[in-house]
């Protein structure tokens, strides 16, 4: 069985400050992995997935994010947030014998401060 | 145009009663699915169309729930009769290709269903 941990519900941070939010996941084959962010009152978006090569992936708003196989992590990072990062963000993974259903974490909120 | 439209976005409902849920998504997508998210835990799978056919219905709590996909373009959630554990919110999401791995989903921005 497959499962993913976000171990933050929330992340309360300053403006400009680095942050990073933790995903763990559990899994007995290959998984590929996602971030995906909602923005109130909208559907989730994108923010970067890793299907392989290099364990640091890049993403839209300048988040990125690292896969560490033998940790089962994948941690979301930006060097400096913006107000307008504020949001709940949803680590995913995807197996890779059924690619047509993502198991998701229960989100962090992250709210950015002034 | 958005990708995915969700009707409506919000509904409250007394338990017993039955309730609709409409996905609208953009043409050209075969692969569409529903997930739903209760009371702040994770977002979990229910169900995932081919077209018009269920691919994957492993996700579906119970036999109160019936999804469609009429011609393969919009779907609707049914839950009948509602419970308390029926409230969440539900999402839509739609791929191009054969699962979300590639191309990612098109997420709707969801219906928030309360059973009171």
């Known amino acids: 069985a497959q499962s993913v941990t976000q171990l933050d519900s929330q992340v309360p941070v300053f403006e400009e400050a680095p942050v990073e939010l933790r995903c763990n996941y559990s899994?007995?084959?290959?998984?590929?992995l996602f971030w995906y962010v909602q923005y109130p009152n909208q559907g989730l978006q994108l923010l970067l997935k890793?299907?392989?090569?290099?364990?640091l992936v890049k993403g839209i708003n300048g988040f990125e994010a690292e896969f560490n196989k033998s940790q089962t992590s994948f941690h979301l990072r930006k060097p400096s947030v913006h107000i307008s990062d504020t949001a709940e963000y949803f680590c995913?993974?995807?197996?890779?014998?059924?690619?047509?259903?993502?198991?998701f974490g229960s989100g962090t909120k992250l709210n950015v401060k002034p | 145009e958005a990708g995915v439209t969700q009707f409506p976005s919000h509904s409250v409902i007394e338990k017993g009663q039955t309730v609709t849920l409409r996905c609208d998504p953009i043409?050209?997508?075969?692969?569409l699915y529903w997930y739903r998210r209760v009371m702040g835990k994770e977002i979990k799978f229910l169900l995932h169309?081919?077209?018009?056919?269920?691919?994957?219905e492993s996700g579906m709590p119970n036999n109160r729930f019936l999804a469609e996909r009429t011609g393969g373009t919009y779907s609707t959630l049914k839950v009948q009769p509602a419970e308390l554990e029926d409230s969440g919110v539900y999402f839509c999401?739609?791929?191009?290709?054969?699962?979300?791995?590639?191309?990612?989903?098109?997420f709707g921005s969801g219906t928030r269903l309360t059973v009171v």
């Open positions: 999401a739609i791929s191009k290709g054969a699962g979300g791995y590639d191309y990612g989903y098109t």
């Open positions: 899994s007995s084959v290959s998984v590929y």
């Open positions: 890793y299907l392989s090569g290099s364990t």
């Open positions: 995913a993974v995807i197996v890779r014998y059924n690619f047509n259903k993502f198991y």
């Open positions: 043409s050209g997508h075969d692969n």
């Open positions: 169309f081919v077209k018009e056919s269920k691919q994957d």
